[in-house]
């Protein structure tokens, strides 16, 4: 469980390193006016360059123009957000320093080949999709060695992607996750060919090759009911 505190307004911040932010969803004690200052405040600040901040998280919902204003934040190390209509990732080409990256909620993403920029990531999680279908860009990020790719498992949403053959480019992945999600071209060979994978879990899929029950039976299968 995260204790850090969370902050919703700019003023509320003192230079720390690590930043949880709730921006959005305010309650009724705040006027719409209020809200959209507090909106304004961080994109003025995200906007303006590079901050102290190396841990940035959002807990509400992160709109474009807050996720557009992130270009400014070059620095960071991690970044998480929990969702938001947010839907060009261009906003992240620039983040060299980036080690862990977590797209939650991602469901007006249209494309991710803006990641194939992010050459130092370790982590990726990318929950929630919806239009986005080709992922070949994962396949650039050869530094990714925990990967998490799916739809909305809460409500059991489905996402469809053509093909995981950028895999193939991953030899240094270690832990793979491909929850609420179907491979269209139903080829899931790719995950037996991965010399480092430890742990390994995807959603069953009719006509999958090859079949789920070969793919438990790999050293890499994470049994949870274990």
């Known amino acids: 469980m995260d204790d850090r505190e969370i902050i919703t307004s700019v003023d509320e911040y003192t230079g720390e390193t690590q930043v949880r932010i709730a921006a959005t969803q305010l309650g009724p004690e705040f006027s719409r006016t ?9 994109v003025d600040f995200f906007s303006a360059g590079p901050s102290s901040i190396e841990d940035l998280q959002f807990v509400t919902r ?19 957000l929990k969702w938001g209509d947010y ?4 906003a992240l ?5 980036l080690l862990e990256l977590h797209l939650r909620g991602a469901s007006s993403v249209r494309s991710i080949d803006p990641l194939a920029e992010l050459t130092s990531v370790e982590t990726l999680e990318i ?4 239009h986005a279908r080709v992922l070949d860009a994962v396949g650039a990020m050869a530094s990714v060695r925990d990967l998490e790719l799916g739809g909305d498992w809460m ?7 053509e093909s995981i053959g950028f895999l193939a480019a991953m030899p240094q992945l270690e832990r793979l996750r ?3 999600m179907v491979v269209d071209d139903l080829d899931y060979s790719p995950l037996l060919s991965i010399p480092k994978l430890k742990s390994l879990r995807v959603m069953k899929a009719r006509g999958m090759s090859p079949t789920y029950e070969a793919l438990e039976a790999s050293p890499a299968w994470d049994d949870l009911n274990a």
Do not use: C, N
């Open 34 to 42: 209020q809200a959209q200052r507090i909106v304004a405040g961080w």
């Open 62 to 80: 992160t709109p474009k123009r807050l996720f557009d204003a992130l270009a400014g934040q070059t620095q960071l190390r991690r970044l998480t």
């Open 87 to 90: 839907e060009d990732l261009h």
């Open 93 to 97: 080409t620039g983040m060299a320093h």
């Open 127 to 130: 929950d929630s999709l919806r």
């Open 155 to 161: 409500s059991m949403r489905v996402a469809h992607v």
């Open 178 to 180: 491909l929850h609420t």
